[in-house]
């Protein structure tokens, strides 16, 4: 097994070995199919289009929980010394963190999948525009994931990573949604930088090359930013 399978698998087991991951899936099913339930029934439509509105917002609280531990706790223990010390690269160090985060998000939304069997049933849904809105919700989850881990390596308390990465991800969908529908350079860089027109794109139905690149390129430089961090503390 490579070095950042071997992280990989030592954070996913410490995810399920205690009750976050349970509580967090809990606490995500209740409130999604909450939302599902009121907005099938005020749209009388079979699509998840609607309730996945609400969903990004449920995810930019939940996401930062998730992602608060990966290097907070081990900065304020000191057990990130013995990790450094190992003969493991940063990177993979990082993106074993990285990925266990991810996969915990992915099953997160796993579930929701039988949501699209519930309106198979009552109606004839889009399933083109569902699996389009499942692919920006992974490459968003992506993003979140990246923030939040970023956001973990530069604090050693979880509770502050946790509010800061919150934080965070709700500015990037507010300034998404207030600058929807402006016109003018300033209004089109924050709709760009915001997450709310990224994932409104995929909702219905489209796979903008545009949408991929956002969120992959600043997955991937938010990823290198945490790894020089985390490079940053070995010498100090």
């Known amino acids: 097994m490579t070095s950042t399978g071997t992280i990989f698998q030592r954070e996913i087991n410490a995810y399920f070995l205690s009750p976050i991951a349970y509580v967090i899936i809990a606490v995500f099913m209740v ?50 010394e013995p990790l450094m010390t190992a003969p493991v690269t940063d990177f993979a160090v990082v993106f074993g963190k990285f990925l266990s985060a991810w996969a915990l998000y992915n099953i997160m939304i796993a579930p929701t999948a039988f949501y ?22 992974i490459l968003m989850g992506g993003l979140f994931v990246a923030i939040g881990l970023l956001v973990s390596a530069a604090t050693k308390n979880q509770i502050v990573a946790a509010v800061i990465g919150i ?6 969908l507010v300034i998404g949604l207030a600058s929807t529908g402006n016109e003018g350079w300033f209004y089109s860089c924050l709709s760009y930088l915001g ?42």
Do not use: C
Not at 48 to 67: H, K, W
Not at 116 to 137: H, K, N, Q, R, T
Not at 205 to 212: A, E, N, P, Q, S
């Open 31 to 80: 409130f999604s199919g909450y939302f599902f339930s009121v907005m099938l029934g005020l749209t009388q439509e079979a699509t998840l289009r609607y309730s996945l509105a609400y969903t990004q917002f449920i995810l930019s609280i939940l996401t930062p929980v998730i992602t608060m531990r990966l290097f907070a706790e081990e900065n304020k223990t000191g057990t990130i």
């Open 116 to 137: 699209i069997i519930f309106l198979a049933w009552v109606g004839s849904p889009d399933y083109g525009a569902i699996i389009s809105s499942y692919i920006g919700l």
């Open 167 to 172: 934080v965070a991800l709700l500015i990037l």
């Open 195 to 236: 997450t709310y027109d990224h994932w409104d794109t995929f909702t219905k139905g489209l796979i903008d090359t545009r949408d991929v690149v956002y969120y992959s390129s600043f997955t991937a430089l938010l990823i290198f930013v945490a790894v020089r961090i985390v490079e940053s503390r070995r010498w100090r």
